[in-house]
Nanobody, 123 residues
Framework: QVELVESGGGLVQAGGSLRLSCAAS????????VAWFRQAPGKERELVTSISWRGDTTFTIDSVKGRFTISRDNAKNTAYLQMNSLIPEDTAVYYC????????????????WGQGTQVTVSS
């Protein structure tokens, strides 16, 4: 059974940092591109950043460029999202997801999903 488990969310003040982890089981994560999505209340789930299976290509939305960094450790079957200089607008449930295609951007292109972890940024 494939499972992606996120951890590391929580409550942080604006300007603070968090590091999210996405641990995979039942699947070899290095066969997949990995992405982080987020969903704020009343909004659609949006892609934040993604990384190719080899880790040599990333995609990041403009609103978090320079603040968020995606990485992966294939030996640990784990991906990470380092979030710095957090702002209240970053408040959302963050999900990790895996896809065959490193060019995947839409939610429907991702095969496996975690249950999400809440990130709340206070002003």
């Amino acid at each position: 059974q494939v499972e992606l488990v996120e951890s590391g969310g929580g409550l942080v003040q604006a300007g603070g940092s968090l590091r999210l982890s996405c641990a995979a089981s039942g699947v070899t994560l290095n066969d997949y591109a990995v992405a982080w999505f987020r969903q704020a209340p009343g909004k659609e789930r949006e892609l934040v950043t993604s990384i190719s299976w080899r880790g040599d290509t990333t995609f990041t939305i403009d609103s978090v460029k320079g603040r968020f960094t995606i990485s992966r450790d294939n030996a640990k079957n784990t991906a990470y999202l380092q979030m710095n200089s957090l702002i209240p607008e970053d408040t959302a449930v963050y999900y990790c997801a895996a896809a065959w295609d490193s060019r995947a951007r839409d939610v429907h292109e991702f095969h496996y999903w975690g249950q999400g972890t809440q990130v709340t940024v206070s002003s």
